[in-house]
């Protein structure tokens, strides 16, 4: 059973910065891409940003959803099975839970149908 450990959440003012660590362990194999995802009271999870982490042509190759990018960034130190979310410049509209998913399937990250083990969150408050 795989496990996913989320830490690093946390209150910030607008415009502030906060990086997001997820440590996965009870699996030898990689993911084939990790990701994490938010929800915000009232509204459906969504993809933030996702990373290939399983090898293959796209090890490395991320994704961002549209109203993070150039903003966040999300990386990987293999050796320690730790994903990161770098988050910068932070607003209102980035106050949710954050999420770290895995999909061992190597069905993709983009979305959350596809997703085979999650973390249990981390709250991200901001205030303006």
Known sequence: ???????GGGSVQEGGSLRLSCTTSGYTSDAYCMAWFRQAP???????????????????????????????????????????LQMNNLNTEDAA???????????GCEVSRTIDYWG???????SS
């Open 1 to 7: 059973q795989v496990q996913l450990v989320e830490s």
């Open 42 to 84: 009232g509204k459906e999870r969504e993809g933030v940003a996702s990373i290939y982490t399983g090898g293959g042509f796209n090890l490395g190759s991320t994704i961002y959803t549209h109203s993070v990018e150039g903003r966040f960034t999300i990386s990987q130190d293999s050796a320690k099975k730790t994903v990161y």
């Open 97 to 107: 839970t954050y999420y770290c998913a895995a999909d061992y399937g190597g069905r």
């Open 120 to 126: 249990n969150g981390t709250l991200i408050t901001i």
